[in-house]
């Protein structure tokens, strides 16, 4: 969807991503997260539904997995690409500096293809006639093998990159649940991934306490002492299932199955150990916190934005908060 404002008047042009799923759907395999498996004569693996990345002048479409896709701005033609990275898995939201241009993302970087491993990597995007390379800046080994891990949000400062390493595990398949989430759910772990871009070194580091996923950072910043706050929307291993039909459809969702209170976690420059706190004073439940973007990064940012629960019995995010 594109709006444009010009002379008073609003207009707007839609255009379909031309993915072979919304090409010939019939013919599809498709086992995605929560839908599936479907039957098909060919693998349908595109859907990149998440995020708007612009950069260098092309504008891509993410998710986190590596199947993105770019579009013209302009006419919103799905144009050809491909994803240079070795891993099955990358951020739909990658953390990009305004400063220098520098786009970073996080990804298990094992053997190609593999979704178990010790291996974590940080890389820079590099966008290349109309593809997307990945130039591999840091690589640490977690203490444990992790199963498909992931960063859905990693978060950058002046002098870091910082990164929830979170994953999923097995869980009883004897529910209602379709897709990949029949068989696994979210690993609520206290891993964490922070690498240095003065030297590219990373540090593997624990949230000792804090156990959770992180769905979204809100803002990064550093301190006048070399800290790095961190500020998460805190979530429950539990939180992907209640985009099933079956719970939408209940009168309101049991809000503290799916949320962990917000945290302000710190990372120190030195050592493994991130302290966190909550957020507030009660909880409060939240997500998909934005900010203006000219405070980014910067310790006077006084303001995020996000939508919210009015009420314990509210049926899903009903109000905007400041």
Not at 1 to 6: D, Y
Not at 157 to 167: A, E, F, I, P, R
Not at 289 to 294: A, D, V
């Amino acid at each position: 969807l594109r709006l444009s404002f010009k002379d008073g008047r609003l207009s707007y042009m839609m255009r379909a991503y031309e993915s072979n799923a919304q090409q010939d759907y019939s013919s599809c395999l498709i086992i995605g997260t929560g839908t599936g498996p479907k039957l098909g004569v060919k693998p349908c693996l595109a859907n990149p539904v998440v995020n708007l990345l612009p950069i260098e002048g092309q504008l891509w479409l993410t998710i986190d997995t590596r199947f993105w896709g770019r579009i013209d701005p302009v006419t919103l033609e799905t144009l050809p690409n491909r994803v240079r990275v070795s891993s099955t898995v990358l951020n739909a939201h990658p953390a990009c500096d305004p400063a220098t241009g520098e786009c970073f993302v996080q990804y298990n970087c094992g053997f190609i293809g593999t979704p178990v491993t010790k291996e974590a990597c940080i890389a820079l995007l590099r966008p290349e006639e109309g593809n997307m390379n990945t130039e591999e800046v840091s690589r640490a080994h977690m203490p444990r093998y992790k199963l498909i891990q992931h960063s859905h949000s990693p978060c950058v400062t002046q002098h870091y990159v910082v990164s929830k390493l979170d994953s999923f595990e097995p869980r009883n398949p004897l529910n209602n649940n379709s897709g990949l989430l029949q068989f696994l759910h979210q690993n609520e772990d206290d891993l964490w991934m922070v690498m240095d871009r003065r030297t590219n070194k990373s540090r593997i580091m624990q949230s000792t306490g804090f156990s959770f996923v992180n769905n979204h950072f809100v803002n990064c910043f550093e301190t006048e002492e070399g800290e790095v706050v961190i500020d998460s929307v805190a979530t429950t291993g539990a939180y992907l299932d209640n985009y099933f039909v079956r719970e939408l459809d209940k009168p309101s969702p049991r809000w503290h199955d799916l949320f962990h209170p917000a945290l302000r976690c710190r990372a120190p420059p030195n050592g493994e150990a991130i302290h966190c706190e909550p957020y507030f004073k009660e909880p409060i439940y939240f997500d998909y916190p934005t900010f203006n973007p000219l405070y980014k990064m910067r310790r006077d940012s006084r303001f995020f934005y996000a939508i919210a629960a009015r009420s314990p019995a509210s049926r899903w995010f009903d109000q905007l908060i400041k």
